[in-house]
């Protein structure tokens, strides 16, 4: 058995494969390719940007809040801290900073990969859907920075709106 390359000709002199050579080597309906009927459709390789990141020690991997509970005096959300770090331990100790309106509100250890804090926000203003009130968002930074020399590593801008949603059963209805 003889493969023939896109520029040969097999006995009968007839070109051997006149397909593109994207469309032999790959696994993909060939109808992605743009027919009449069907769009082109990019499944393989970058078809977005990509960007390269480096970082020293360590870098925040995620951060991710929710809200744990709400009345009118006092609303408590739920930091979450996940860190990333390319050595085996690390050489500094970090902390947290929660700042909002260019003020920290609330400071607490990062000492293991994954590190949960609760912080209270005084008479909260709410977020609520379309129709029903303003949707107020809190625009958070954290920050992790190293202790005791104070240096910010890395930052995080994350807009957030305090609120909770609930079935209500009173009346059987919904």
């Not at 809200?67 to 500094?92: C, G, H, M, P, Y």
Request: contains cysteine.
């Amino acid at each position: 058995m003889k493969i023939y390359s896109t520029n040969e000709r097999d006995n009968a002199g007839q070109q051997a494969n006149s397909m593109p050579f994207a469309y032999a080597h790959t696994r993909k309906a060939c109808y992605q390719y743009s027919w009449d009927w069907a769009p082109f459709l990019n499944t393989l390789g970058i078809w977005k940007d990509i960007y390269l990141e480096s970082y020293q020690e360590v870098k925040f991997d995620y951060v991710w809040l929710r809200t744990r509970s709400i009345t009118k005096d006092k609303a408590t959300i739920n930091f979450a801290v996940a860190l990333d770090w390319n050595i085996n331990e690390l050489s500094q100790s970090y902390e947290a900073q929660v700042i909002h309106n260019e003020k920290e509100i609330a400071a607490f250890p990062v000492r293991e990969k994954y590190s949960y804090y609760d912080v209270h926000i005084l008479n909260p203003q709410l977020w609520w859907p379309n129709g029903i009130g303003k949707p107020h968002i809190y625009d958070f930074t954290i920050r992790l920075v190293e202790v005791p020399s104070k240096n910010v590593v890395d930052e995080k801008k994350i807009p957030f709106g305090i609120r909770t949603v609930e079935l209500d059963l009173k009346d059987k209805k919904f």
